[in-house]
């Protein structure tokens, strides 16, 4: 039995002397060259050939040991394709037309570099012969080399984006895409290859609600919003597929600098969603609205849990500039545990995708010492239904590529699909929708000026009678059309604010006068300038704006009992942000009062006084007399405003202790210098 086993032991450790290269274990015994030369031929077998396929004799036909090996085998010679689409953008690959999305210059380095032959090296032969070696064997033996592997697989493999991608990433530069229509884009998720869909209508909180896509209940795939009915059903069926959806709006960290804040501000935010569906919002739960920060990662984890958890076809549907991509990035559930592919893409609806020539996925499962054999053109299996909207999903990863992520309008081009859990999910990011942005009339090297990056914490600007506001030098004016009444105004908005008398505001931005202040809006667009509403400050924000006054542990009267209300309003300007507007307006005597008079006793002429608002207002001009929008107020000022507290009142570090009297605190018997 002990000779059985000091052979076994003998039989191992020659074996792992072949699979082990010698210059990976310098500390292991080298091998003689009589070790590697065959055993001598008896005389009876001399007209045998030996033949054998022990993995000794494998390695040492695929590695160049030195002189002692007389086989030469020529190397083995990948070539790796173009992608069927840029994984940036999504846009189909071409090489034809330069100046559209998913041009692929040959003549870049990154993609010389994807589709050049790949020479098999002495490296590659290691390293897949290092994957073959059992883990605990490799622990004994003191090899640690796999563990840089997938830095430099994902180094030498990654697919290369296309020229605009690359210039967007880069140079910060491109042209934005035709956004398609609302239709377009309902035809496309009705081709969807999965039986449950759940839709994300993502909004974006600068201008939120005004990124909502009008009329989006009315589509039947979009339709499904589960109403106050306690029958109403949780899942909407058609055509075989469950439909559902929900509305997330990003980018909440500019609202407020903290998450709990934000969670404070939710009951407003979905009433002011309620307002903007209309009819259909009084009657419908709204229970599905979140509040997400990709920056931040406020929220990101309950729906990467819940895509991850539910899997299916999960879509991205919103206006451009929205922040769709950021989002996907966040919620796509990266290095899902490890899963039987090929049983799950049994299970599912979708057949499964070849590892295209070049990739990973081929590389690991084609044998190393194996010619590249013909195959047929994969263009054709994956566009062989050239009806079909939806274009072929991406090769699963545990990390894949993800969406190119730009301040541009209209970065995505067509609908990126990028598998998880063995084909068993999907998320997938559709191209934005168009929307009417002030950027128009801005000058081309000021548009991305418009872009709020992070949260502002704005000035408080007053605003007395006779004088207005100008935003971006002209671009948008805001002007109090109630007199003697003194206005507070606090622009959350990334461009620069001026205030003036009316008559020069009014002359500056009709470009009848010069001005030193510095301006975004361009010259042509002066001339369209027109009134885009009056606004009235409706919110009562007595309570909020009152301070001691109202407040439990101080004062704590009711708000009745004051001499006056303050009224509030979010005055939206479409892709930009918000300014928030205050004015304080003192109570009228006959408002304690009951009014007794009888019908016949009041004036004639009391009628015109009805109609008359009983709120303050203001009137804000734009080009075209577009792109603003008014809100309920969300408090943004008083929650990530300045503390206004003097620079001397402010909390400091705590101040030295005193040393009067050191000595007599020390305890007997200490010596003192």
């Not at 030469?72 to 330069?98: F, I």
């Not at 002495?122 to 563990?147: A, C, F, M, S, Y």
């Not at 929307?435 to 605003?463: A, F, G, Y």
């Amino acid at each position: 039995m002990r000779t059985l086993t000091h052979q076994t032991k003998n039989l191992l450790y020659r074996d792992l002397y072949d699979l082990i290269p010698i210059y990976f274990a310098p500390a292991l015994p080298i091998r003689t060259k009589s070790r590697l030369s065959a055993p001598p031929i008896r005389e009876n077998c001399r007209h045998t050939r030996r033949i054998t396929t022990t993995p000794r004799n494998r390695s040492s036909l695929a590695v160049d040991r030195g002189p002692d090996v007389h086989h030469d085998h020529s190397p083995l010679q990948t070539r790796a394709k173009l992608p069927l689409a840029c994984p940036g953008c999504g846009a189909p690959t071409q090489t034809l037309y330069e100046l559209e999305a998913g041009y692929f210059g040959l003549d870049r380095r990154s993609v010389k570099n994807f589709i050049s032959p790949r020479r098999r090296t002495e490296q590659d032969v290691v390293e897949h012969t290092l994957k073959n070696v059992p883990e605990h064997l490799r622990g004994k033996l003191g090899i640690d080399i796999l563990k840089d592997l997938n830095e430099t697989e994902k180094k030498e493999d990654q697919t290369p984006f296309c020229d605009r991608c690359h210039n967007l990433l880069h140079y910060n530069t491109g042209e934005s895409i035709s956004h398609p229509s609302l239709q377009a884009l309902e035809d496309t998720i009705s081709q969807s290859p999965h039986k449950h869909n759940h839709i994300y209508h993502v909004l974006d909180a600068a201008d939120f609600p005004m990124s909502l896509v009008a009329g989006i209940y009315r589509h039947p795939t979009f339709a499904h919003l589960r109403t106050k009915n306690r029958r109403s059903k949780s899942q909407h069926w058609d055509k075989g597929k469950t439909w559902d959806m929900s509305f997330i709006i990003t980018r909440s960290d500019i609202l407020a600098p903290r998450k709990e804040q934000v969670d404070r501000m939710m009951p407003k935010i979905v009433e002011i969603l309620r307002d903007a569906l209309g009819k259909t919002g009084e009657n419908i739960r709204l229970g599905n609205v979140r509040c997400v920060s990709a920056k931040r990662g406020w929220w990101t984890k309950d729906i990467k849990e819940k895509v991850a958890t539910d899997k299916g076809g999960n879509w991205l549907v919103g206006k451009v500039n929205v922040g769709k991509s950021s989002l996907f990035e966040v919620i796509f559930p990266k290095n899902t545990e490890d899963l039987d592919v090929k049983k799950l893409h049994r299970e599912r609806d979708i057949a499964p995708s070849r590892p295209r020539k070049g990739t990973v996925e081929a590389f690991r499962s084609s044998p190393m010492d194996a010619d590249e054999q013909d195959t047929k053109d994969e263009f054709t299996d994956v566009y062989s239904d050239i009806s079909s909207l939806l274009p072929p999903a991406q090769p699963e990863m545990k990390f894949p590529i993800m969406p190119l992520v730009s301040d541009l309008p209209g970065t995505t081009a067509s609908p990126i699909r990028v598998p998880f859990s063995g084909g068993k999910g999907e998320l997938i990011d559709l191209p934005g929708l168009e929307r009417s942005t002030i950027d128009e009339c801005v000058k081309p090297e000021n548009r991305l000026d418009l872009v709020m990056k992070q949260r502002i914490v704005p000035k408080r600007i007053v605003m007395k009678p006779g004088s207005s506001l100008l935003l971006g030098g002209g671009l948008i004016r805001i002007t109090p059309t109630t007199p003697d009444l003194v206005f507070l105004a606090h622009a959350f908005v990334p461009i620069e604010t001026h205030l003036t008398s009316t008559t020069k505001a009014e002359a500056i931005q009709n470009g009848q006068r010069e001005s030193g202040i510095r301006s975004i809006f361009d010259a042509a667009s002066k001339s369209i300038v027109s009134s885009a509403g009056i606004f009235d400050l409706n919110c009562d924000v007595t309570k909020a704006h009152a301070g001691p006054l109202t407040r439990r542990d101080a004062v704590g009267l009711k708000t009745e009992r004051l001499p006056f209300i303050v009224y509030s309003t979010d005055i939206l300007i479409e892709g930009v942000g918000w300014v928030e507007l205050v004015a304080q307006v003192r109570k009228k005597r006959d408002h304690w009062s009951e009014d007794t008079s009888l019908p016949y006793e009041q004036d004639a002429l009391s009628n015109l006084e009805q109609h008359k608002s009983p709120f303050p207002r203001v009137e804000v001009f734009s080009p075209k007399g577009a792109y603003t929008a008014q809100r309920q107020t969300l408090g943004a000022w008083l929650v990530g405003g300045p503390d206004g507290k003097p620079s001397h009142r402010k909390a400091k570090g705590r101040p030295r202790a005193s040393m009067k009297n050191a000595r007599n605190r020390r305890p007997k018997g200490t010596m003192t210098s």
